[in-house]
């Protein structure tokens, strides 16, 4: 089945310590997201790809960053995780395809603990 | 700017009964579309229902239908015979004709009782 999946589902780091999450598809969608997402809270769109153009949400701390080396994988990096940053991870796929109809497909998710 | 609200933070609706999720949106786009999306208690986002802004008739996927009036820019999801497997977090969703990003509301908790 075509897919979207999200490695490791549970992440733990440490304070400072740089993590990086990843993403990959087999859906072939040229849109890849990155959303954070808060204890009842809806999710917070970071970043996102159309094919390698990358579109950073105005308010996405720099400690953030992406990766996309091809169209199935897309990676996020976080630089120095602060107490803040746990949460859980969500990427997403779309394509850019005629009018507003493509749904997002959504990974598991990861959940991001900070020691 | 595009803008989705969802007034209702927690619902509780009985087994087998009917409840609506309610779900406003503001946009200036002329074509759009509208989504609902369920999150279990483990966390990942499945797709329910599609509704574009040009459609005639209201969408529907099984026990999921999408209560869709324009003029009053409401995009309410029924979802019919609850279930005690219904009991999530509901998002209501709309993507423009043009850009990729998608506006999330707030999220609407279902409890469904037994």
């Known amino acids: 089945d075509a897919m979207v999946i999200q490695n490791p589902r549970y992440q733990v780091t440490q304070f400072g310590k740089p993590v990086t999450l990843s993403c990959s598809q087999t859906?072939?969608?040229?849109?890849m997201y990155w959303y954070q997402q808060k204890s009842s809270q809806a999710p917070k769109l970071l970043f996102h790809?159309?094919?390698?153009?990358?579109?950073n949400e105005a308010d996405t701390p720099d400690n953030f960053q992406s990766r996309r080396p091809n169209t199935s994988f897309c990676f996020l990096d976080i630089r120095s995780p602060g107490l803040g940053d746990a949460a859980m991870y969500l990427c997403?796929?779309?394509?850019?395809?005629?009018?507003?109809?493509?749904?997002?497909?959504f990974g598991d998710g990861t959940r991001l603990s900070i020691l | 700017a595009q803008k989705i609200t969802q007034t209702q933070p927690g619902m509780f609706v009985q087994e087998k009964e009917a409840v609506t999720l309610d779900c406003t949106y503001d946009?200036?786009?002329?074509?759009?579309?509208l989504f609902w999306y369920k999150q279990p208690s483990s966390g990942e986002m499945i797709f329910l229902i599609y509704?574009?802004?040009?459609?005639?008739q209201n969408a529907t996927e099984g026990r999921y239908s999408l209560n869709f009036q324009k003029a009053r820019k409401s995009a309410n999801l029924v979802i019919s015979a609850s279930q005690l497997g219904d009991s999530a977090m509901y998002f209501c969703?709309?993507?423009?004709?043009?850009?990729?990003?998608?506006?999330f509301g707030t999220g609407t908790s279902l409890t469904v009782i037994p």
């Open positions: 509704q574009g802004s040009y459609d005639q």
């Open positions: 946009t200036s786009d002329p074509s759009y579309g």
């Open positions: 997403a796929t779309s394509t850019r395809g005629r009018g507003s109809n493509q749904p997002q497909h």
């Open positions: 859906l072939n969608h040229n849109v």
């Open positions: 969703a709309m993507r423009g004709a043009t850009g990729n990003q998608f506006y």
């Open positions: 790809y159309y094919d390698k153009d990358f579109n």
